[in-house]
């Protein structure tokens, strides 16, 4: 397993063609399963979908739109929010993709319960919530069983704006939340993504 931490904000575009060379070489042999871990340029994405209310107005955004191969109506990507890609072979990992998300999602509550958050799961929902505030998203792809894209935890403050020109995840009502609120204290993106490696190893790698 490689982790690649990718120090500056990430043009979306490039994440994707990252996330899908990798995924060519672990089904040709040629490379090995990977985290990413990373910020993204301002960018709203939005699963392929005939339905994509969840953009509200999308010329009137600030920033670009990507539709891609996840489940799931519109989210947010920008700075201060923390984006975590595993490029995973399922093949070798019981061909469960549900197991997979549970995985990711177990991985994230970890490492909030680290940082003094009560983080859980609602029911029916896929994500990381305090309540009724979300903290995380979450939205996996596969091609042949290699799985593709993941979560986005929100960090610090800056991110949070951004998710008021959508429905974000096609939820009415959803108050968005980040870190930073959560713990009541200042917490950096390198900081997070340092004790969510730890908590990743443990709940994909076995510790």
């Known amino acids: 397993m490689r982790v690649s931490r990718l120090p500056d904000p990430v043009p979306y575009a490039d994440g994707l063609a990252l996330q899908e060379k990798t995924a060519a070489a672990i089904l040709d042999g040629s490379g090995p399963e990977t985290l990413f871990l990373l910020e993204h340029q301002p960018v ?11 953009l509200q107005n999308r010329a009137a955004l600030p920033a670009p739109v990507f539709e891609i191969n996840r489940g799931g109506q519109a989210t947010y990507h920008g700075p201060g929010q923390l ?3 595993p490029i995973l072979d399922l093949r ?29 799961r609602r ?15 979450i939205g996996v792809g596969v091609t042949k069983w290699i799985s593709m ?13 951004p998710f008021f ?38 709940c994909f790698l076995g510790g």
């Open 44 to 54: 709203y994405t939005i699963g392929r979908r005939r339905d994509q209310s969840s």
């Open 83 to 85: 984006v975590g890609y």
């Open 92 to 120: 070798e990992r019981g061909k469960d993709l549900h197991h997979h998300l549970r995985l990711l999602e177990e991985s994230l509550l970890l490492t909030c319960r680290d940082f003094g958050i009560p983080a859980g």
């Open 123 to 137: 029911d029916g929902m896929t994500g990381v919530w305090i309540e009724n505030r979300k903290l995380a998203s």
């Open 149 to 161: 894209h993941g979560f986005a935890i929100n960090i610090t403050r800056d991110c949070l704006l």
């Open 165 to 202: 020109a959508i429905t974000p995840c096609g939820i009415d009502g959803v108050v968005m939340t980040c870190v930073e609120n959560e713990a009541g204290r200042p917490v950096g993106v390198a900081e997070f993504s340092e004790a969510y490696l730890a908590r990743f190893r443990e």
